[in-house]
């Protein structure tokens, strides 16, 4: 579930940690991500130069371009899990729901959980199905059986997986294929209820069907989500997308409406694209 | 342009007698693992002539250099049980620390840096672990507990763990490093901790070769003879308590086979029932290591 009161806790330092309520930030704009002239350097390679963008409630943005041209670094500098490469660095503004979360004092495990992430491969940890999509609620610390229960089934029915796994929900979710797998991980992520749901290239690794299923069920989370993909297909980027943003070398090219982008693109390096002339 | 030329006989010649040495090497470990099993059963076989198994293995007393003599090997298993156990309660929890810690939250830089540091533990001469239980451990030991004894399992249980401290923190973080990397950002991902993902993540998805690494590590403590000869004392007795003198099955060994006790005779065969024992025990431990191995290699590969 989406709430406007739900909003990414800035803290000023560590001990009002436990004794401030969530501030109530109202963005005026229905933006939930806005990135302002945002660099990211990896030592001294520039892999993103003044990009510029605003991603809107409840849609479907679809990033695309060549490999290696900033697309997944842009999606990971939203949930900050770049973090992790020693010599990263961030300059500019990226606000997610009105917050700075490079600038601003927040958490980066609050963060993480309203910004959710599915990745390439399907990454299911070695636990049953039922272990896996309560995850993020114990680790938050939810003791209550029936609300993890309940919030757990709910996520996998989100996913389409109920019918196929009820009787099981104790199997190892290795066992399962590599589509039910990736939908594991999506309700995984469900659980938590993030607002904003980053995924990278979620069906690379999958078949025809299964990746169908996916694109249907992104169709779908829509209505409670917002959803930023990285794809290398542009039908799937034309099928699910609302939002298309071409990113070349380190630069966003071009952001648009996604029948615009694919019938009428006004720069000649977007066309050459996604006509597969380069790339 | 097929025929051999001298010089490619010369390399087909060494070719072959290189590929012989290299054969001829391996085999002396077979050779040597079975020769040590042919004389250990030869001499057991003979010792099982004069001792029933029966009495062997459940008579309490452990006297075959008395006149009232008693052949039962539960005074030495307890022993070296007892030891071992208080070894790996040290070396588990400290050891698993330093491997999630090197895993999971150091740089990469201080990882190579502390690695041959922590492998010099495994390192020193064990003669010198045994001296220091001895004079630094036990004299301190007896500070905080009246009543312990110069010569006892505590002391030389807690520094044969600081001992196979590497044995744990190397095999573990190796398993935990094994882990895909995917895993870990699944878990960050989800908004967990470094802790949550270590704890609730990677130690259960890196389990199986945590085990294996306890369980060399034990068999390394169930093997080791120079500490428990030196610190844990030479007295056969079995009982689970840490603070009295004990006899391991290797410091046994130790004491027979320094002293004058004649080539051939019953009490110079119990030097190989204790050895067959020890290393029956070693064997299962490493039986078990080996099928959790290839368990868990299967499960990444």
Same mark, same amino acid.
């Given at each position: 579930?989406?709430?406007?009161?739900?909003?990414?806790?800035?803290?000023?330092?560590?001990?009002?940690?436990?004794?401030?309520?969530?501030?109530?930030?109202?963005?005026?704009?229905?933006?939930?991500?806005?990135?302002?002239?945002?660099?990211?350097?990896?030592?001294?390679?520039?892999?993103?130069?003044?990009?510029?963008?605003?991603?809107?409630?409840?849609?479907?943005?679809? /990033?695309?371009?060549?490999?290696?041209?900033?697309?997944?670094?842009?999606?990971? /500098?939203?949930?900050?899990?770049?973090?992790?490469?020693?010599?990263?660095?961030?300059?500019?503004?990226?606000?997610?729901?009105?917050?700075?979360?490079?600038?601003?004092?927040?958490? +980066?495990?609050?963060?993480?959980?309203?910004?959710?992430?599915?990745?390439?491969?399907?990454?299911?940890?070695?636990?049953?199905?039922?272990?896996?999509?309560?995850?993020?609620?114990?680790? &938050?610390?939810?003791?209550?059986?029936?609300?993890?229960?309940?919030?757990?089934?709910?996520?996998?029915? &989100?996913?389409? /997986?109920?019918?196929?796994?009820?009787?099981?929900?104790?199997?190892?979710?290795?066992?399962?294929?590599?589509?039910?797998?990736?939908?594991?991980? +999506?309700?995984?992520?469900?659980?938590? *209820?993030?607002?904003?749901?980053?995924?990278?290239?979620?069906?690379?690794?999958?078949?025809?069907?299964?990746?169908?299923?996916?694109?249907?069920?992104?169709? &779908?989370?829509?209505?409670?989500?917002?959803?930023?993909?990285?794809?290398?297909?542009?039908?799937?980027?034309?099928?699910?997308?609302?939002?298309?943003?071409?990113?070349?070398?380190?630069?966003?090219?071009?952001?648009?409406?996604?029948?615009?982008?694919?019938?009428?693109?006004?720069?000649?390096?977007? *066309?050459?694209?996604?006509?597969?002339?380069?790339? | 342009?097929?025929?051999?030329?001298?010089?490619?006989?010369?390399?087909?010649?060494?070719?072959?007698?290189?590929?012989?040495?290299?054969?001829?090497?391996?085999?002396? $470990?077979?050779?040597?693992?079975?020769?040590?099993?042919?004389?250990?059963?030869?001499?057991?076989?003979?010792?099982?002539?004069?001792?029933?198994?029966?009495?062997?293995?459940?008579?309490?007393?452990?006297?075959?250099?008395?006149?009232?003599?008693?052949?039962?090997?539960?005074?030495?298993?307890?022993?070296?049980?007892?030891?071992?156990?208080?070894?790996?309660?040290?070396?588990?929890?400290?050891?698993?620390?330093?491997?999630?810690?090197?895993?999971?939250?150091?740089?990469?830089?201080?990882?190579?840096?502390?690695?041959?540091?922590?492998?010099?533990?495994?390192?020193?001469?064990?003669?010198?672990?045994?001296?220091?239980?001895?004079?630094?451990?036990?004299?301190?030991?007896?500070?905080?507990?009246?009543?312990?004894?110069?010569? @006892?399992?505590?002391?030389?249980?807690?520094?044969?763990?600081?001992?196979?401290?590497?044995?744990?923190? $190397?095999?573990?973080?190796?398993?935990?490093?094994?882990?895909?990397?995917?895993?870990?950002?699944?878990?960050?991902?989800?908004?967990?901790?470094?802790?949550?993902?270590?704890?609730?993540?990677?130690?259960?998805?890196?389990?199986?070769?945590?085990?294996?690494?306890?369980?060399?590590?034990?068999?390394?403590?169930?093997?080791?003879?120079?500490?428990?000869?030196?610190?844990?004392?030479?007295?056969?007795?079995?009982?689970? @308590?840490?603070?009295?003198?004990?006899?391991?099955?290797?410091?046994?060994?130790?004491?027979?086979?320094?002293?004058?006790?004649?080539?051939? $005779?019953?009490?110079?065969?119990?030097?190989?029932?204790?050895?067959?024992?020890?290393?029956?025990?070693?064997?299962?431990? @490493? @039986?078990?290591?080996?099928?959790?191995?290839?368990?868990?290699?299967?499960?990444?590969?």
């Amino acid at each position: 579930m989406i709430s406007a009161e739900k909003e990414i806790l800035p803290i000023l330092n560590q001990q009002e940690l436990y004794t401030v309520e969530p501030t109530h930030l109202h963005v005026a704009s229905s933006d939930i991500v806005e990135t302002i002239d945002v660099n990211v350097f990896y030592g001294d390679f520039h892999a993103l130069k003044d990009v510029n963008l605003a991603i809107k409630k409840n849609s479907v943005t679809a /990033l695309i371009g060549p490999s290696g041209c900033g697309k997944t670094t842009f999606l990971r /500098l939203l949930n900050r899990m770049n973090d992790y490469i020693p010599s990263h660095m961030v300059r500019g503004k990226v606000l997610i729901n009105g917050v700075d979360i490079y600038r601003d004092k927040i958490e +980066i495990e609050q963060l993480r959980k309203e910004v959710g992430m599915v990745f390439q491969k399907p990454n299911p940890f070695p636990k049953s199905i039922f272990e896996n999509v309560a995850y993020g609620l114990r680790i &938050q610390g939810i003791k209550d059986k029936h609300l993890i229960h309940e919030r757990v089934i709910n996520a996998i029915q &989100q996913v389409g /997986l109920w019918n196929e796994v009820k009787d099981n929900l104790r199997k190892n979710a290795l066992a399962l294929s590599g589509g039910q797998q990736q939908r594991v991980c +999506i309700a995984r992520t469900l659980a938590v *209820e993030p607002d904003i749901i980053l995924m990278d290239e979620p069906t690379s690794a999958l078949d025809p069907i299964s990746t169908s299923r996916i694109e249907e069920l992104i169709l &779908q989370l829509k209505q409670k989500y917002t959803i930023i993909i990285v794809t290398h297909n542009m039908q799937q980027a034309s099928r699910i997308s609302d939002t298309t943003a071409f990113f070349y070398l380190g630069e966003l090219i071009e952001v648009g409406k996604t029948t615009d982008i694919f019938t009428n693109p006004r720069n000649e390096r977007t *066309e050459r694209y996604i006509t597969g002339r380069f790339g | 342009m097929l025929i051999l030329s001298d010089k490619m006989k010369k390399r087909k010649i060494i070719e072959f007698s290189i590929e012989k040495l290299l054969l001829a090497s391996s085999l002396i $470990s077979i050779l040597t693992t079975g020769g040590i099993i042919i004389v250990l059963t030869i001499e057991g076989v003979a010792f099982f002539k004069e001792v029933s198994v029966i009495d062997f293995l459940t008579d309490t007393e452990w006297t075959p250099l008395f006149t009232q003599k008693h052949f039962g090997i539960l005074p030495l298993l307890s022993g070296t049980i007892l030891t071992s156990f208080i070894a790996i309660a040290v070396a588990l929890p400290i050891g698993l620390s330093i491997a999630v810690f090197l895993s999971e939250y150091s740089s990469v830089r201080f990882r190579e840096l502390i690695k041959p540091v922590l492998e010099l533990l495994a390192a020193v001469p064990t003669v010198i672990y045994g001296f220091f239980a001895l004079i630094v451990v036990t004299p301190f030991l007896q500070k905080l507990i009246p009543g312990m004894s110069s010569f @006892n399992s505590l002391s030389a249980g807690l520094v044969m763990g600081i001992m196979i401290i590497p044995y744990v923190s $190397s095999l573990s973080q190796d398993a935990l490093l094994a882990v895909p990397s995917s895993l870990r950002e699944a878990s960050y991902g989800m908004g967990a901790t470094r802790l949550q993902t270590s704890v609730k993540v990677m130690i259960p998805a890196a389990s199986s070769g945590i085990i294996v690494s306890v369980i060399l590590a034990i068999s390394r403590a169930v093997g080791e003879t120079m500490i428990v000869a030196i610190a844990a004392g030479q007295q056969p007795r079995l009982t689970l @308590n840490p603070l009295v003198p004990v006899e391991t099955i290797t410091a046994y060994i130790v004491q027979v086979s320094l002293g004058d006790v004649p080539h051939g $005779s019953l009490e110079y065969r119990t030097i190989f029932a204790a050895g067959i024992t020890l290393f029956v025990f070693t064997l299962i431990l @490493n @039986n078990i290591s080996y099928w959790f191995k290839r368990k868990y290699q299967e499960k990444y590969e």
